[in-house]
């Protein structure tokens, strides 16, 4: 899974794995280990939904978390799908600007549309829908540094997982 981390092309990298461990003794694994990890990681528990994310001391507005999801299999195994991603807040605020850039440049291309089908100048219009993706590639480009820069605390969850996991 390592390998998948920093050669996946998404932004939100998803895995999914197979264990031979029943799922009502995973989840209790992630609980026993819950206080164990504090404050370096912060482990949050529902149902069969477990988030492991960097602790307050060493979180970054870049920093990762995990959200894990089990699923027990017909044989008493467990399947875990797994979603490494920014933080809720981060992931909102980025959505948000994606669709605010997107809107612009709609009611730009529009107004750019009626301006040249009244044969008036529409320099502007297409000015700033040029700026809307220069700002869309942006915003990429900043999630990928931001992707990378997460990459080490992200190989640190994934060690504490599997840790749990193998306990």
Do not use: C
């Amino acid at each position: 899974m390592s390998d998948s981390l920093k050669s996946q092309t998404p932004l939100r990298i998803r895995f999914e794995k197979n264990v031979a461990q029943p799922t009502g003794l995973l989840i209790e694994k992630f609980k026993i280990a819950k206080e164990r990890v504090k404050p370096k990681f912060q482990i949050k528990q529902l149902d069969k939904h477990v988030w492991i994310s960097i602790g307050d001391e060493n979180q970054k507005y870049y920093s990762p978390h995990l959200h894990l999801e089990f699923e027990e299999t017909e044989n008493k195994n467990t399947h875990i799908r797994g979603l490494f991603g920014p933080e809720s807040g981060l992931w909102t605020m980025f959505m948000f600007l994606h669709f605010a850039v997107a809107g612009i440049f709609i009611m730009f291309l529009a107004f750019a549309y009626s301006n040249w089908a009244m044969g008036h100048t529409f320099t502007f219009d297409i000015a700033v829908m040029s700026l809307m993706i220069f700002a869309w590639f942006a915003l990429y480009f900043f999630a990928r540094l931001n992707r990378h820069r997460g990459l080490p605390q992200a190989r640190e969850i994934e060690s504490l997982m599997e840790e749990i996991i193998s306990s």
